[in-house]
């Protein structure tokens, strides 16, 4: 029994130890400062860089490395010892007591000034004893005094404090003050309790098992299996909290920035000026085209000093409607902007957890656009934070494809914002209602560009185009920007270039129809009748499949090379983009057309499913891209018997697997809850199998209507 007694008391400081090590990890989250590293029972092994110091080398049961893991690169490094008592946790610490941490300390500063200056050791290390005890307050005065120079308070206690490090005075009152002493740490049970507040700072729910998992780290860290690599970092505590860096930046905004030639907006200060002011959402609209996406990339480039602006993207370069791109989801775009206020010390991370809903996502959310808003008005009580959403109606269009009751645009444009926040929207105004703007929302309507504003556009290209040059392409363009940018990006000369706007003004997609419509034309014209066949094959697949469309995919459907689809894309040019290996359309419009134009009929959909059914063997993309097809086809029973089995799916790569067989899913319980009968066994039955779906893959399958 009396063995007993000894052990579990020692077993109390193993686990205060992990505990506190634990609470240490999570600043390594975005957000928190520079921190890089934490290590547990001993320091880092890339510290050294082959200069291995041992001094001290047992004392540090936790290390801290700010900035970088080497010594020589390290902004600050911080050697922490712990001592927890369950006993004596009243009772004070003296000198005596501390004598073998100073000791072990003192040396290892000693081998610090035999490779660095005085003052960059003053700098970049810190000695630190942290215990739930109290320090003896004579203690803490002879330390204090060590370090201050002043005439000491309690001689013999210096004398010995001085003694125990083994340097001259000089010396040891350089170490005393890179040392702290901290006492009245909380103890084990508080520790604990205290991890577990902490994490729930980070996550939108209440994850029961976040914090064993993070002390288990700890605890297999402190182990000899990491002997050799004692250090956590940022991944190792994602890993933790099940997540990955990937998806606390799972929508990063993919709006090309202004450059010196993008043409600043008459209206843009007054918009501006209107959002800072404004209380309310503002709805900025725009008839497809006009340059809402340059307006906003430029608004949020031109906040007042002391405000920020986050520009959220929920186009993403046509990339929404892609199921592993999706962008109008809670967990997609106020994860994405939450941890862009991280990044920028404004609040916590937030990180996303398998199973939280909407209603948890956002009240996460806006307890970070809280802590955002009162740090930036404790520096400037004049200060904002502006939120711009661009495109916020494809995220409702993105909503209603994937049969969901809503994006996170109708959530948060509804929202009780905390005081300091503005919110900017932006939109086609024809699709403005979809977002469910409140009742006090302001409109602006974002304006083609005026006669000036074409003026410099076309003389951009054309210095030496005249005033009648400059009406023409105005009232040819339906001064329209993206027109005039598609029109004159095909470099002709100029009144041949006006010659293919006219000879009418046209509607904004009519314009954008007829110049697509020409350039697809010229190019079958200058090819065979084959490669007309292939051309067409290629804008078929392109309207049918969801960007990022491979090349190799698109060359096998048509029946031609992999070059032959990339000299197609460089030929056709703007708004067709090729990306890598993949090609994608640059703006809505151009989507849109295409979708329409060479959008097949059920046979020609048929054929198009027979060639692309035997590229899902090796490809990921087509056997990701099959079951929306199925459905799309009504071939429903194929469809579900697909969803049940393993035909198909990718074989070298398990997240692509996992990824295919989410889709698979999702569409067959779309076609499941749709062709559903009202009986309650057969509604039950199709309930239970989403409940089994939903514990293998989260809350990433469609809701049920």
Known sequence: MAGQDLVRPSRDGDQFHYLWAARQCLELLPGGNDLVAVTVEGPSVDEAAGD???????????GLYYGAESRAEARLVRYVQLKHSTRRSLEAWTASGLEKTIRGFARR??????????????????????????????????????????AARHPDLRHSLVEFTGLNETVASQFFSLFAAE????????????????ISAYLPDADYDAPVQL???????????????????????????KATEEQLQPAPCLIRGPTHTTLPREQEQEILRTLLAAESPVVIHAEGGVGKSVLASRL???????????LYDCFGDGLYRNALHFRHRHRDALVQIANELAARGLCHPLVPTPHADTKQYMRAFLQRLTQAAQLLTARNPESRLCLIIDAA????????????PTSFVRDLIRAPLPAGIRLALTSRTHRRSRLGAPTEAQEIELHPFSKS???????GFYPEASDADVAEFAFLSSSNPRVQALALSRRLPLQEMLKQLGPEPTTVDRAIGELLEAAIARLQDQSGAFEAFQINFICQGLAVLRPLVPISVLAQLSGTSESAVRSFALDFGRPLLLKGNSLHFLDEPAETWFRERFQPDAVALTRFLERLRPLTAKSSYAAAALPQLLLQAERLDELVELALSEEGLPTENPLERRDVELQRLTFALTDIATRATPEDEREWGV???RIEVEQVFGDSIPTLT
């Open 52 to 62: 291995v110091i041992e001094a001290g080398e047992q004392l540090i049961d936790v």
């Open 109 to 150: 500063y000693g081998e610090l000034l035999k490779r660095y200056a005085v003052h960059e050791i003053a700098q970049r290390f810190l000695f630190e004893f942290t215990t739930n005890r109290p320090i003896d307050s004579r203690l803490k005065e002879a330390l204090a005094d060590l370090v201050s120079g002043a």
């Open 183 to 198: 006492g009245g740490e909380e103890c084990l049970w508080a520790q604990r309790n205290l991890l577990t507040q902490d």
């Open 215 to 241: 002390k288990e780290l700890v605890t297999r860290k402190a182990t000899t299996e990491f002997e050799s690599n004692p250090s956590i970092r940022r991944h190792d505590v994602l890993r933790a909290l």
């Open 300 to 310: 949020a480039l031109s906040m007042p000093s002391g405000s920020e602006a986050v």
């Open 393 to 404: 109606d494809n995220a409702e269009m993105a909503a209603e494809e994937q049969g969901e």
């Open 453 to 459: 504003e074409s003026a410099r556009h076309l003389r």
């Open 687 to 689: 309930r239970r199998w």
